[in-house]
């Protein structure tokens, strides 16, 4: 991880550029950015903000992480705006898969909710920022370039409690690493369909495999998590965020 920027006006920051956000494009390309939100809504009013400004090229939008990781192979693009909660494959998952295939591409995660630990996997997952959705379309783009420039961006809300820099130690520290980190990115697909409750079968159509293996990744997940039965694995997908409700925010213009 590089240089660190908390929410502050970009010439502040190490490696920050003094160019107004809204001024001419003469000196840099465009930052190519791939959208990705299950909430529709949400999706196309970033899509309509983000293309009003000369500085971002959005290059697509789509509603999960498994179709994230394969437009990002498709298309490259320098800034994955990526959700948290999402159906199929949630955004730190698919922020592991699309930063080990496409090193070049950098993630923004764009969530609704502040939990440390959150912030953290997603760190370790290869975010390189984490953005509130209740922040205006200023910050976003702040964020954005900040990012697409390799540096570390934090929400001002979160940067205001000065925990950017613990959040980075955090995350480079090997300490508390759960048995999640054992999972390989496999039986984490499997892992968050068993939580949707998504029958073996089902499971097996998804992921194009056979019924055995996907018993054989439940029982991997078992093992790896200390989980009992089904209603187990539920319930730590549900402590971890790989499941829930995303709440439905309100944009605010900058």
């Known amino acids: 991880m590089t240089d660190t920027q908390h929410g502050t006006p970009a010439g502040t920051a190490p490696g920050a550029s003094d160019m107004p956000l809204n001024s001419s494009r003469t000196t840099r390309a465009r930052v190519r950015v791939l959208i990705v939100d299950d909430h529709a809504v949400l999706r196309q009013a970033l899509r309509m903000l983000l293309e009003s400004h000369d500085e971002i090229d959005v290059v697509g939008d789509v509603a999960n992480g498994r179709d994230a990781v394969q437009l990002s192979e498709e298309l490259t693009p320098d800034v994955v705006l990526m959700d948290v909660v999402m159906p199929g494959l949630n955004g730190l998952d698919a922020t592991r898969q699309i930063r080990k295939r496409c090193p070049n591409t950098r993630v923004l995660i764009l969530s609704g909710y502040e939990e440390e630990e959150q912030i953290i996997e997603a760190l370790r997952a290869g975010a390189g920022g984490y953005l509130i959705k209740e922040s205006d379309i200023g910050e976003l783009l702040l964020a954005i370039q900040a990012v697409s420039r390799g540096n570390t961006y934090f929400s001002s809300s979160l940067s205001e409690r000065d925990q ?39 499971i097996a159509d998804q992921l194009v495999i056979s019924v055995k293996t996907v018993e054989a990744h439940k029982a991997h997940i078992m093992s790896k998590l200390g989980a009992r039965n089904r209603t187990d694995l539920i319930r730590y997908a549900i402590r971890r965020g790989i499941i829930g409700l995303d709440p439905m925010p309100q944009l605010r213009a900058g």
């Open 164 to 202: 950017g820099n613990d959040f980075l130690l955090r995350a480079r520290s090997g300490d508390a690493r759960a048995g999640f980190d054992r999972l390989t990115d496999r039986e984490r697909e499997v892992l968050q369909l068993i939580a949707e409750g998504h029958s073996n079968q089902s």
